[in-house]
């Protein structure tokens, strides 16, 4: 039992406080900040990187992203989920990176393949959209390049274009059925 006049040590500041003292520009805060989340804040990433080797860039990314865009935080919210909605808003922005630089690869054929098998199956996919070109609606080919062609979102496609994501939704939905109509 502790003596009642015994001197208790300070209580550590809140992350909400260091990230207000941080933004007021005490930086040894945001050290403080950093020290005590990477921990879950790596185990967060973790579960959202394709790569273990690009969870460190990542967290390293979101700490930079937080500390630049500092004033921005509403202190009326929980500092660490401001925090991880950036971190989740770049894993997503590198997956979709990823995804898209993938897909700009030189098909090559492999040691055990066909060369002319690939270059056919190159050609088949050029005809297709040539196929569709001719026989969608110009808006309906846009969506539908836009989506498959160019790998974005039906809300990225719904800002480039200026329509409502329900709008494009539906263009997709007539563009796909109708394709499938002619191929088949």
Known sequence: MSHPLAISEPASPTI???ALRARDGEVECFDEIVRRIQPRLRGFLLTRANAADDVDDLVQETFIKALANLSRYDSRYRFSTWLFTIASNLAVSHHRAQRRSAGNVEVVAGPD???SATMADRDAGARLWYRARAVLKPAQYNVLWLRYGQDLTVKEIAKRTGQTAIHVRVLLY????????EIV
Not at 174 to 181: D, G, K, V
């Open 16 to 18: 909400e406080a260091l």
């Open 174 to 181: 007539r563009a796909r059925r109708r394709l499938a109509q």
């Open 113 to 115: 393949e066909d060369p």
